[in-house]
């Protein structure tokens, strides 16, 4: 396991953050290192050294890292602190299997609730997949238009919720894997507009179904032995 070293996190001088949220700016340049690999998955991240890197107190530092904690970018552990988390996919599959029991019953609402600004953003996310050409960009437009249905629903608690469920870096990384099946992403954007089409119809039911059909997709692609080339990441 491997320790920070300020060397990883600032190769050249020191400058203070400044302007907005002090936190704000720590979680974004720590998050960064994450997600670069800078900072390997098991590092431990000293505090001491990140504030001193970036100019801040540890106090600030701590703050952030308990936000990219929640994130689930960040472990910690009580009496040795904060350390990149390892994503494995026993992680992955948990998340998914939640998302599976959650996004059905979003779709449902979503259908009584969306208005046309709502299918309109849906429609965008489907666009800006079919045109995509980088894992990345894929990804974001997929991950778009499941945050467009949470969204339409009205209700917060359920963008929070899938936020918390749907790692946008974690899910980069498994789609770019998923990505060497010729025909995944166009299975996706197929799934998408079929769901968009039970919205535009106003079956709840019909869209509860075509969402939960396409979770559980990709949950049986990341479980064991398992080489189904459908559903999102």
């Known amino acids: 396991m491997s320790t920070l070293r300020q060397a990883d996190v600032d ?4 400058q203070p953050l400044r302007v907005r949220s002090v936190v704000g700016l720590a979680y974004d340049e720590i ?24 100019g801040i107190s540890r106090g600030s530092v701590r703050e952030a890292l308990r936000r990219l904690a929640g994130d689930g970018l960040v472990d910690f552990e009580v009496n040795r602190g904060f350390f990149v988390a390892e994503s494995g996919l026993d992680d992955v599959r948990q998340r998914l299997e939640a998302r599976l ?17 709502d299918l309109e953003l849906m429609r965008e996310s489907i666009a800006a997949e079919s045109a ?3 894992s990345d960009e894929v990804h974001d437009a997929s991950r778009a238009f499941h945050f467009a249905v949470a ?3 009205r209700n917060n608690a359920f963008t929070k919720l899938l936020e918390g469920l749907w790692i946008a870096d974690v ?8 990505r060497r099946s010729e025909q995944w992403q166009n299975h996706d954007v197929e799934e998408h507009e079929a769901i968009l089409a039970a919205f535009e119809a106003g ?24 080489s189904a080339p459908r559903g999102d990441a």
Do not use: K
Not at 31 to 54: F, H, M, N, Y
Not at 208 to 223: G, K, N, T
């Open 11 to 14: 190769p050249h001088p020191a």
């Open 151 to 153: 969204g339409a629903t």
């Open 132 to 134: 995509a050409t980088t």
């Open 101 to 117: 029991a959650l996004e059905p019953e979003i779709a449902r609402l979503a259908a009584t609730r969306c208005n046309d600004d």
């Open 203 to 226: 079956d709840a039911d019909r869209a509860a179904e075509l969402m939960r059909e396409h979770v559980e997709s990709a949950f049986r692609h990341w479980s064991p032995g398992s």
């Open 171 to 178: 899910g980069r990384q498994l789609l770019a894997q998923r």
């Open 31 to 54: 998050r960064s290192l994450i997600v670069a690999g800078t900072l390997e998955p098991g590092s431990r991240l000293a505090q001491g050294v990140l504030a001193d890197s970036l």
